[in-house]
C-alpha cells in the first residue's frame, strides 16, 4: 500500500510498487516468477526469477543408463518431448557411433514435426489468451488434440513420448497412420488462415503487439536468443538448415524470418508471425517425408549394454523453442559421466530484464508470450 | 401501481395504517417481487447463456448437466457460492472489503426502477428516469474502488484503479450519446422517450438522423467498456492482473460482482432498446393482455439481442491495452460524442419535427450495413470448420 504523504517534503511523495508475477500468476505458463518494479503500471524493472520447476534432470542422467535417460528428457520440455528426446539419443549416437537406420530418421522428422505443430499451436494459443482472446486458444488446442491422437497411434503416449531410442525409433509408423497424418494436414492447411482471420489480423491484436518489446539483431545475438525468438528479429538461422542433422537436408522447407510485418523488426507481432509461418512449414516438411518414406526396420540393432567409448560430445537440434543442445561426456561405461541440457527458454529469460524497462504490465504479459518461454524448459 | 394501492386503500385493507407508509411497504414490496422474480433469473439465465454461446464459439461444450441443456447452472453454482467459507484476508480493511460487494449490487440493482418490461410493465415512470440511471451506474464504480483499495493487494489495487478509470471515462462519451436522444424525444422518463418512438425500424431513434446512427455505436461501445466487458475488461484482466479487483474475494461476494457484471448485461441492451430501438412499441393488436405480452417480449428479444452481441464481442476480440483504451475514449469517442451532440442540436433547428425522408435514407443505410455484415459473416462461416475436432481414427 502506498505511504501517506509526508508533510515536510513539498514534492508530492510516491514510491515504487514492488509486484510478484507468479508463481501462480495466471499467464506465466508454468511456475515462474518476475520481481517485478513498477510506477503505477509502467515497469521499472522486472528480474526473472527461475528455478520453481527444478527437478535435476541433468543430474539424473548420470545415474541412468543411456537407454534409461531417455524416458527422462521428455521431462525436459513436455510441450516438445520429442525434440529432448532426439537430441539425447543424437547425442549418445555420436558418442557410439551407432547408425541410425534411414526409416528411422524419416519416423523421427515426422513425429519432431507434428510435435512441433503442437508446440507452436500451444504458443500462438496461449499468446492469444494472454492478450486476452480465449477463442483462439481453444481452436488451436482443438486442432493440437489431433496431434495427440496421432501421437498415441504412433507411439502410445500423448504428452511425453519416450519414443526417439538409441539407433532409430520405437515403434515403427504404419501405412495407415501415414494416412491419417496426411488427412490431418489437409485439415490443418485452411485451419492456419481461420486462426489468421480470427485472430492474426484482428486491429485490437496488432495493436497490441506491433512495436512492443523489439529486439534488435544485435541484442537478440548478444543475448543468445535461438530459434523462432532469433529468426524474427531478422537472423536467418534454424539448425535443420545450417548445422543439418537427420534427414533434413534433403527436405525442401523455408526459414521463415520477421521482417518487421505491422511494426518494428523483431517486436512481438513477429515473433508470434514466425511462428504461424512455422506451422505451414512443418506441414510442408511433414508432406515430402511421408512421401519419401523408406522400407526397412525403423530401429538399427543396439547393444542393451550401452557403452559408448570415453569422450565427449555437444549436438544441437532445433527445438520449437530454439536450439536445444546436449552436452554428454562419457567415461566409457554405461553410465554418463556428465550429461547437461542447453535450452532456448532459459537463455531468452535474460533478455526480459532489459526489454521490460519502460513499458507496461500488459505488455511485459505479451512479452513473456511472445518468447515463449516454457518453465520445465528453464529450470529443467 | 399507485392505482393497484390506492384502491386497495380505500377497499379499506390498511385501515388506520397512514398512506405513505402504505406506499412505501408497497413499494419494498415490488422491488422484491422484481428482484427475485425478474433479476436474479435474468442474472443467473444470463450467465448461463453467455457460458453455452461462448463454449459453442469456442467448439466446446459448456455446461449441460444440470437440467435440461444446463439451464439450471447458476442455480447449482449460487447455492455452491452460498456454502463456501466467507473468508476476508487478515490483512483487508474490515469494513470496506465485506461491504464493496453490496455497493456494486446496489448500483446495478437500482437501475431496474427505470428499466420498462412492457407498455404498464415499469417499477416507476420517473421524469428524470434517464438521468437517474446515469446516477445509479456510476455508483457501480465506487464499490469497485473500494473492492480494489480494501483488499490490500496489489493486484487489486491495479485493477480497481484501472476500472475507476475507465468506467469514469466513459461515462462521458456515454451521457452524451444519450444527451442526443433526450434532445430529440425531449424528455428523460424511459416510458415518454419509448412513446415517442414509434414501432416501425424507421421511426426508431436509432435512425432518426446520422448523429443519432452514430450515437447509438458509441453508445454501446461505453456501455461494454463501463460495464466492464471484453474488450474493455482491463480491470479484471485475468491475464494480466489475476482477477484485478475480485482477486481476494470468493464465495458469494465474488458471486455478487459477477451477478452485477451479467445483470449489466441485460441493462446495456435495455437501454439501448429503451433509446435507440423503440423500446416495447409493436403494431396496435387491440390491447389487452396479448398486447402487453407481445410488448414485453418484443422489449425481451431486442434487449437480448445486445446481449447475445456482446456475448460475441467477448469471445472474438482481444483485449486492449490501458494507455489504448483511454486513448480510444478521449481522443476519438468524446469528440465524436460532442459532435453527435451538437450536430443533432443543429439538425432539430433544421427540423423541428424531423425529417421522414432522414429516417427513411438512415433506414436503409442500417439494412445495408447489415447486409454488408451478414455477407462477411456467411463467408466466415463458410471458410471454418465446423467440425468439433477431427478424429482420423473414424
Known amino acids: 500500500m502506498s505511504e501517506a504523504v509526508y508533510p515536510e517534503s513539498e514534492v508530492f511523495h510516491t514510491e515504487d510498487m514492488t509486484i510478484s508475477v507468479g508463481p501462480q500468476h495466471p499467464s506465466t505458463h508454468g511456475v515462474l516468477r518476475f520481481v517485478v518494479r513498477t510506477d503505477g503500471e509502467v515497469i521499472s524493472e522486472a528480474l526473472p526469477d527461475v528455478g520453481y520447476l527444478h527437478r535435476s534432470i541433468e543430474k539424473i542422467g548420470e545415474k541412468c543408463t543411456y537407454h534409461g535417460y531417455v524416458p527422462y528428457t521428455d521431462r525436459a520440455d513436455y510441450l516438445a518431448a520429442m525434440f529432448a528426446n532426439q537430441g539425447f539419443c543424437m547425442a549418445a549416437e555420436k558418442l557410439g557411433a551407432t547408425e541410425v537406420t534411414r526409416r528411422g530418421e524419416f519416423c523421427r522428422v515426422i513425429a519432431c514435426e507434428l510435435n512441433r505443430i503442437a508446440s507452436h499451436l500451444i504458443s500462438v494459443g496461449t499468446f492469444g489468451q494472454d492478450i486476452g482472446a480465449i477463442t483462439p486458444f481453444l481452436h488451436a488446442l482443438r486442432e493440437r488434440e489431433t496431434i495427440n491422437d496421432l501421437m498415441e497411434e504412433i507411439c502410445g503416449a500423448r504428452l511425453t513420448y519416450n519414443y526417439i531410442r538409441i539407433g532409430g525409433v520405437g515403434y515403427d509408423i504404419t501405412p495407415q497412420t501415414c494416412d491419417k497424418i496426411l488427412v490431418f494436414l489437409d485439415h490443418f492447411d485452411p485451419i492456419i488462415d481461420e486462426y489468421n482471420r480470427l485472430l492474426s489480423y484482428n486491429k485490437i491484436y496488432i495493436e497490441r503487439l506491433a512495436n512492443v518489446a523489439a529486439i534488435t539483431k544485435e541484442d537478440a545475438l548478444q543475448y543468445n536468443l535461438v530459434g523462432p525468438n532469433l529468426r524474427a528479429s531478422g537472423v536467418k538461422w534454424d539448425i535443420r538448415r545450417d548445422i543439418p542433422y537427420s534427414v533434413y537436408p534433403e527436405l525442401e522447407f523455408e526459414v521463415p524470418v520477421g521482417h518487421g510485418e505491422k511494426g518494428t523488426l523483431g517486436d512481438c507481432y513477429d515473433r508470434y508471425w514466425v511462428r504461424i509461418q512455422e506451422l505451414q512449414e512443418s506441414s510442408k516438411i511433414l508432406r515430402q517425408c511421408l512421401k519419401m518414406m523408406p522400407k526397412g526396420p525403423a530401429i538399427s540393432k543396439v547393444p542393451r549394454k550401452f557403452k559408448p567409448p570415453a569422450g565427449e560430445v555437444y549436438v544441437r537440434v532445433e527445438a520449437p523453442r530454439g536450439d536445444m543442445g546436449y552436452y554428454v561426456v562419457s567415461d566409457g561405461t554405461e553410465y554418463a559421466y556428465r550429461v547437461r541440457i542447453r535450452t532456448g527458454s532459459f537463455t531468452a529469460m535474460a533478455i526480459i530484464d532489459k526489454l521490460s524497462r519502460g513499458i507496461m504490465v500488459a505488455d511485459l504479459i505479451a512479452l513473456i508470450a511472445s518468447l515463449d518461454v516454457d518453465a520445465p524448459e528453464i529450470d529443467r | ?394
Open chain 2, 1 to 394: 401501481m399507485k392505482q393497484f394501492v390506492d384502491s386497495l386503500i380505500q377497499q379499506g385493507y390498511f385501515s388506520g395504517v397512514p398512506t405513505q407508509i402504505v406506499y412505501a411497504i408497497a413499494m419494498i414490496v415490488a422491488a422484491l417481487v422484481v428482484l427475485s422474480v425478474f433479476v436474479a433469473p435474468l442474472a443467473g439465465v444470463t450467465s448461463w447463456l453467455e457460458r453455452r454461446v461462448w463454449a459453442r464459439m469456442q467448439s466446446r461444450v459448456g455446461p449441460n448437466r444440470v437440467g435440461p441443456q444446463g439451464v439450471l447452472q447458476w442455480l447449482a453454482d449460487g447455492i455452491k457460492n452460498l456454502l463456501k467459507e466467507d473468508l476476508i484476508p487478515s490483512a483487508a480493511d474490515k469494513l470496506l472489503f465485506p461491504l464493496a460487494p453490496y455497493i456494486v449490487f446496489i448500483g446495478f440493482l437500482c437501475t431496474f426502477v427505470v428499466i420498462p418490461f412492457g407498455g404498464h410493465l415499469i417499477v416507476a415512470d420517473l421524469n428524470i428516469g434517464i438521468l437517474y440511471l446515469l446516477a445509479v451506474t456510476s455508483i457501480v464504480v465506487v464499490g469497485i474502488l473500494m473492492a480494489g483499495w480494501s483488499s490490500n493487494n496489489k493486484w487489486s489495487l491495479l485493477g480497481g484503479m484501472r476500472s475507476a478509470a475507465q468506467i469514469v471515462s466513459y461515462e462521458i462519451p456515454a451521457g452524451l450519446a444519450v444527451l442526443t436522444i433526450i434532445f430529440v424525444a425531449g424528455t428523460m422518463s424511459t416510458q415518454g422517450i419509448i412513446k415517442n418512438q414509434g414501432w416501425a425500424p424507421w421511426d426508431w431513434y436509432l435512425f432518426y438522423n446520422p448523429f443519432t446512427f452514430i450515437a447509438f455505436f458509441l453508445y454501446f461501445t461505453a456501455a461494454l467498456a463501463e460495464g466492464n466487458r471484453t474488450p474493455f475488461d482491463i480491470p479484471e484482466a485475468e491475464s494480466e492482473l489475476v482477477a484485478g479487483y475480485v482477486t481476494e474475494y470468493s464465495g458469494m461476494r465474488f458471486l455478487f460482482f459477477f451477478f452485477a457484471e451479467w445483470g449489466n448485461l441485460y441493462v446495456i441492451g435495455a437501454v439501448a432498446t429503451v433509446l435507440f430501438l423503440g423500446g416495447w412499441q409493436v403494431p396496435a393488436v387491440g390491447g389487452g393482455f396479448i398486447e402487453g405480452a407481445l410488448q414485453f417480449m418484443v422489449f425481451f428479444v431486442k434487449a437480448y439481442l445486445w446481449v447475445f452481441v456482446a456475448m460475441w464481442v467477448r469471445a472474438t476480440l482481444p483485449r486492449v491495452r490501458v494507455d489504448q483504451l483511454m486513448a480510444l475514449c478521449w481522443k476519438y469517442m468524446v469528440p465524436l460524442s460532442f459532435l453527435c451532440v451538437i450536430g443533432t442540436a443543429a439538425w432539430m433547428v433544421v427540423f423541428p419535427h424531423g425529417s421522414r425522408w432522414a429516417s427513411f435514407a438512415m433506414f436503409g443505410l442500417g439494412v445495408l450495413i447489415l447486409v454488408l455484415f451478414v455477407r462477411r459473416l456467411q463467408y466466415q462461416i463458410r471458410n471454418a470448420k465446423p467440425e468439433l475436432y477431427l478424429r482420423p481414427y473414424i
